[in-house]
């Protein structure tokens, strides 16, 4: 049972979603071609680490597939979503299916994939991965940015996928 209205609650799996997500966070893709192919995963819990040296991060589920296809890649391309990929975010966190249909895409030299009209393009490498429970935190070094001053970031709140106000 989840407390609500000033109730406390044991941390359980699920009063720690329903807490987690008061949290309002921005949504990413992480993408590269491997052997020839776009993989990519959405997440909610990307976070800038350090301006000197460049670093992000964000947190992957250690029972994920995708996760150990893309760690292998040379270069990773981190697109942060915008207000039109409420749709996207969903394609791109999906078990099945092809995770990118119906969205445009670019590669780097590198094998870096982008998503287009996302409001920022990293492309980075893995610096670091650090155990935590149930997920990795996985640190990036970011070598290339593009910024598209023109596109609002899309937030998640609370399960749904909203757009900043203003």
Same mark, same amino acid.
């Given at each position: 049972?989840?407390?609500?209205?000033g109730a406390s609650a044991h941390p359980s799996p699920t009063s720690l979603?329903?807490?987690f997500g008061h949290f309002p966070t921005g949504v990413i893709a992480i993408a590269a071609e491997v052997d020839g192919t776009r993989v990519g995963l959405a997440a909610s819990?990307?976070?800038p680490v350090s301006l000197d040296p460049p670093l992000v991060s964000f947190c992957v589920q250690n029972t994920s597939t995708t996760w150990p296809v893309l760690a292998k890649a040379p270069s990773l391309g981190? +697109? *942060?979503?915008?207000?039109s990929h409420d749709e996207a975010a969903r394609t791109l966190a999906a078990k099945t299916g092809d995770r990118f249909a119906g969205?445009?895409?670019s590669s780097s030299e590198r094998g870096a994939v982008f998503v287009h009209g996302t409001s920022v393009?990293?492309? +980075? *490498?893995?610096e670091q991965l650090v155990p935590a429970g149930d997920h990795t935190i996985v640190v990036l070094r970011v070598s290339e940015i593009t910024?598209?001053?023109d596109v609002s970031p899309i937030v998640f709140h609370r399960s749904t996928f909203r757009r900043l106000g203003g």
């Open positions: 049972m989840v407390a609500m209205s979603r329903e807490a819990t990307f976070v981190i +697109s *942060v979503l915008g207000e969205l445009e895409t393009w990293l492309e +980075s *490498v893995v910024i598209h001053q």
